[in-house]
């Protein structure tokens, strides 16, 4: 007879403690637990794409690799149901109702720093969970150092020209609510919405920084990036952003940074 398979999901910080995360070369804090079907080989390589200078600056943020992430809220008859209103369940193993209840990740406060718990079993192929990965790295290394002075007036200077497209669908709304009163002036100055410029300066630098990111552990192509809701960023622009990203944090050892217009033959 088959053995039967643990799925009862376990509170986040139970799995926390159960699997105390390792530290990569780069700074990068993460753990793998449950049946994830992830080669650890293939982790480590995704982990250590992050350039040292980022991962230094990850410090409190540990990332847990588990089957699912849910919502204690979604989970009423697993007997782990929290009043908190952000408690987190995560499950040992993958089932058709679990998947449902799930999300690609959920952010978990713990008193001595933040959990980052990503549903690998969500995730149909490598790509999809390297980005989802990186663009938790992204949110997090600004929350902790904001934006650079200096992309952030290359990225401001693209919006001011009208470049066509955004990175993604927060940057987009944010972006076109910052300029949405573009034709009025005072005198000489524009009329800017300060803090929807604010919001879209972090969102364009986080989401280049996972584009970034994710250029370095895969090779994918341009169109990969797409999204319905809002138009993809002119290629040439998005080129701009990511060697800046590329200059003020470079490669580590055994990663290669490059734009290529054609694909190799």
């Known amino acids: 007879m088959p053995e039967r398979v643990q799925t009862t999901p376990l509170p986040a910080d139970q799995v926390a403690r159960e699997s ?11 753990a793998l637990w449950g049946e994830t079907r992830l080669e650890v080989s293939e982790l480590e390589r995704m982990v250590g794409a992050v350039p040292n200078a980022i991962g230094a600056a990850l410090e409190r943020t540990a990332y847990y690799f588990v089957p699912l992430a849910i919502s204690a809220r979604d989970t009423p008859s697993t007997g782990h149901r929290s009043t908190a209103p952000e408690a987190t369940l995560v499950a040992p193993a993958s089932t058709e109702e679990l998947a449902e209840q799930a999300i690609c990740h959920r952010n978990v406060s713990f008193r001595d720093g ?3 718990f990503i549903s690998t079993r969500l995730m149909s192929d490598r790509f999809s969970l390297s980005f989802e990965f990186f663009i938790n790295v992204g949110h997090a290394f600004v929350d902790a150092v904001g934006v650079p002075e200096s992309f952030a007036e290359m990225v401001w200077a693209q919006a001011l020209a009208d470049v066509r497209g955004e990175t993604s669908q927060d940057a987009w709304e944010s972006r076109v609510e910052s300029l949405e009163n573009k034709s009025a002036r005072v005198g000489d100055l524009l009329q800017v919405n300060e803090k929807a410029k604010s919001e879209y300066l972090e969102a364009a630098f986080s989401d280049s920084v996972a584009i970034y990111l ?50 190799r033959a």
């Open 214 to 263: 994710l250029s370095l552990a895969l090779d994918f192509n341009y169109s990969e990036l797409r999204e319905r809701e809002y138009p993809l960023l002119a290629p040439q622009a998005l080129a701009e952003r990511l060697r800046h990203v590329a200059k003020l944090f470079p490669p580590n050892l055994g990663y290669e940074f490059a734009v290529r217009y054609r694909r």
């Open 114 to 116: 933040d959990g980052v």
């Open 20 to 30: 105390p995360p390792a530290r990569a070369a780069n700074g990068v804090r993460y």
